[in-house]
């Protein structure tokens, strides 16, 4: 079986160049910038390795021993997209936590992908070489 590592910040940068809307993104270590970053706008903060729930981006919680990805924070209710095969699924998802799933009681609810999203996620993930994945 082939497996396929995706870097995250390409893989926002490759979204966008097909036309997808994509947060603000910004991602290092420096704790000035970052703070900067969350003056702006309500954001969250991932480790670039992974691994880890997202989290409110806040300036006590950056150092500069780690490396974060840092975006500005999306309201909900969220959609999600699966490609299995040829097939896109949807979801929209309801939850009052940061990250649904670190929520027992988020709701989960199938809905049509729209078109024009659904095309320009085939060919994102065609051009990754992806036919798994969401």
Request: hydrophobic content about 45%.
């Amino acid at each position: 079986m082939l497996s396929i590592t995706v870097n995250k910040l390409s893989a926002l940068a490759a979204a966008h160049c097909h036309g997808l809307a994509v947060p603000l993104t910004m991602a290092g270590n420096d704790p000035r910038a970052l703070a900067a970053f969350a003056a702006q706008t309500p954001a969250i903060r991932k480790p670039v390795e992974g691994g880890d729930y997202c989290r409110p981006l806040v300036a006590e919680a950056v150092t500069e021993a780690v490396a974060i990805i840092a975006q500005e924070r999306l309201v909900g209710p969220e959609m999600r997209s699966y490609r299995v095969g040829g097939q896109l699924f949807g979801f929209h998802i309801h939850s009052d936590a940061l990250d649904y799933r670190t929520d027992p009681t988020a709701v989960v609810r199938p809905t049509p992908v729209p078109e024009l999203i659904g095309l320009a996620l085939i060919a994102l993930t065609d051009e990754m070489g992806l036919d798994f994945c969401a």
